[in-house]
């Protein structure tokens, strides 16, 4: 079993910048793809960043160039730089892992994030 704990939500206004952080912890364990994906009011959980164990990143084409995957594989933690924050990116964050050997997708309890206009 896995356990993911977040970190550094928080109301910011537009524009500015917040960091979150996402580690995971449990038993022996091998992570294999970190991401976070976020869910607004009335809409569907989508996908924002993952990265790969080994460093590959992908983004939704609405937070490129403003948002930055990061991750320590030594401490088991995700991160999420968000800059030049906007209105519509307020939502729920979660964070997500796969664990190897079977794939097996674990995720966190969410953090909000609102940023006002």
């Known amino acids: 079993q896995v356990q993911l704990v977040e970190s550094g939500g928080g109301l910011v206004q537009g524009g500015g910048s917040l960091r979150l952080s996402c580690a995971a912890s449990g038993s022996r364990f091998s992570i294999n793809v970190m991401g976070w994906y976020r869910q607004a009011p009335g809409k569907q959980r989508e996908l924002v960043a993952t990265i790969t164990s080994g460093g590959s990143t992908n983004y939704a084409d609405s937070v490129k160039g403003r948002f930055t995957i990061s991750r320590d594989n030594a401490k088991n933690t995700v991160y999420l730089q968000m800059n030049s924050l906007k209105p519509e990116d307020t939502a729920v964050y979660y964070c997500?892992?796969?664990?190897?050997?079977?794939?097996?997708?674990?995720w966190g309890q969410g953090t909000q994030v609102t940023v006002s206009s």
């Open positions: 997500n892992v796969e664990v190897l050997p079977y794939g097996i997708h674990y």
